[in-house]
C-alpha cells in the first residue's frame, strides 16, 4: 500500500476460488493510476483510501458502477475516474500486450519501493494494496495464453458496455443541471418583453426614469445568456 494506507492492518487471504475478472483488473489499473501521479491533494489520498479499501473487499461489480462511483460528488476522484477510463481504453486497443503490461508496470512499482530513497507515491510490497496486487500478479502468472485472451477479451466487452452506460449517465446529469438552472432564472419570455417594452416607452417619454445605461447593459446580457431568442425581442 501507499505511505497514507500503510497504518492500516487488513489481512487479505487467499482462496482457491479466487479468479481474475474484468474488475479485478480494472481495480489494478485504478491502483496503477493513482501510484503514477506524484502530485495528490490530501483530500485526493484520504478519499481514493476509502474508496480503494471498498473496492478490494467487496464482491465484483460492473465497471460502470465502479466508474460513477469515482465520478460521485461525494468524493473528489473525478481526475482518476477520467485517468481510468483512459487507461481501460488504452488496453482496449493494445490488446493482450497491455494486459501483460499493466501488470509489468506494477511489479516495477513494488520493486522500486524497497529503496527507501524513492516517493511515497509508490507501492509497497507488505501494505494492504502490496498484498492485494502481489496476489492478482500471482494469479496472472498461472494464467495460460487461452485464459488471459479470455480475461483480455472480457475486459473489452465489459469496458464497452460500461462506457455507454456511464456516457448515458453523464449526459443525464448535465441534462438535469441544464433543466435545474433554467428552472432558477428568473427571465421568462413575457418578463422579458416586458422589460424591453417598458424601457423603450420611458426611454420615448422621460428618459431621466429609465435605467442606467450600466444596468440596462447588465439585464441585456443575462437575458441573451439564457436564451438567444431575447436579442429578436
Same mark, same amino acid.
Given at each position: 500500500?501507499?505511505?497514507?494506507?500503510?497504518?492500516?492492518?487488513?489481512?487479505?487471504?487467499?482462496?482457491?476460488?479466487?479468479?481474475?475478472?474484468?474488475?479485478?483488473?480494472?481495480?489494478?489499473?485504478?491502483?496503477?493510476?493513482?501510484?503514477?501521479?506524484?502530485?495528490?491533494?490530501?483530500?485526493?489520498?484520504?478519499?481514493?483510501?476509502?474508496?480503494?479499501?471498498?473496492?478490494?473487499?467487496?464482491?465484483?461489480?460492473?465497471?460502470?458502477?465502479?466508474?460513477?462511483?469515482?465520478?460521485?460528488?461525494?468524493?473528489?476522484?473525478?481526475?482518476?475516474?477520467?485517468?481510468?477510463?483512459?487507461?481501460?481504453?488504452?488496453?482496449?486497443?493494445?490488446?493482450?500486450?497491455?494486459?501483460?503490461?499493466?501488470?509489468?508496470?506494477?511489479?516495477?512499482? @513494488?520493486?522500486? &519501493?524497497?529503496?527507501?530513497? !524513492?516517493?511515497?507515491? /509508490? +507501492?509497497?510490497? %507488505? $501494505?494492504?494494496?502490496?498484498?492485494?496486487?502481489?496476489?492478482?500478479?500471482?494469479?496472472?502468472?498461472?494464467?495460460?495464453?487461452?485464459?488471459?485472451?479470455?480475461?483480455?477479451?472480457?475486459?473489452?466487452?465489459?469496458?464497452?458496455?460500461?462506457?455507454?452506460?456511464?456516457?448515458?449517465?453523464?449526459?443525464?446529469?448535465?441534462?438535469?443541471?441544464?433543466?435545474?438552472?433554467?428552472?432558477?432564472?428568473?427571465?421568462?419570455?413575457?418578463?422579458?418583453?416586458?422589460?424591453?417594452?417598458?424601457?423603450?416607452?420611458?426611454?420615448?417619454?422621460?428618459?431621466?426614469?429609465? @435605467?442606467?445605461? &450600466?444596468?440596462?447593459?447588465? !439585464?441585456?446580457?443575462? /437575458? +441573451?445568456?439564457? %436564451? $438567444?431568442?431575447?436579442?429578436?425581442?
Amino acid at each position: 500500500m501507499y505511505k497514507e494506507l500503510s497504518n492500516v492492518e487488513e489481512h487479505i487471504s487467499k482462496s482457491p476460488k479466487d479468479t481474475l475478472t474484468p474488475y479485478k483488473i480494472a481495480v489494478i489499473l485504478l491502483i496503477k493510476c493513482y501510484c503514477s501521479t506524484n502530485i495528490k491533494t490530501i483530500r485526493e489520498r484520504r478519499d481514493f483510501c476509502v474508496i480503494i479499501l471498498k473496492l478490494i473487499q467487496t464482491p465484483d461489480m460492473e465497471m460502470d458502477t465502479l466508474l460513477t462511483e469515482l465520478h460521485s460528488p461525494n468524493h473528489i476522484l473525478q481526475c482518476f475516474a477520467k485517468e481510468l477510463e483512459s487507461e481501460c481504453s488504452h488496453m482496449c486497443n493494445t490488446g493482450i500486450e497491455g494486459l501483460s503490461e499493466l501488470f509489468d508496470v506494477l511489479t516495477r512499482f @513494488m520493486k522500486s &519501493s524497497m529503496d527507501h530513497s !524513492l516517493s511515497s507515491h /509508490l +507501492l509497497c510490497r %507488505n $501494505s494492504v494494496l502490496g498484498l492485494y496486487v502481489r496476489r492478482i500478479i500471482v494469479f496472472f502468472e498461472q494464467l495460460s495464453f487461452s485464459d488471459v485472451a479470455q480475461l483480455y477479451d472480457a475486459f473489452v466487452r465489459n469496458f464497452n458496455r460500461s462506457a455507454v452506460v456511464v456516457a448515458n449517465w453523464k449526459s443525464d446529469k448535465i441534462t438535469g443541471n441544464i433543466v435545474k438552472r433554467n428552472k432558477n432564472n428568473t427571465w421568462d419570455g413575457r418578463r422579458a418583453e416586458l422589460l424591453v417594452a417598458q424601457q423603450a416607452h420611458i426611454l420615448q417619454t422621460n428618459e431621466y426614469k429609465a @435605467m442606467l445605461p &450600466s444596468k440596462l447593459q447588465t !439585464l441585456v446580457r443575462e /437575458l +441573451l445568456n439564457y %436564451n $438567444s431568442y431575447y436579442a429578436e425581442v
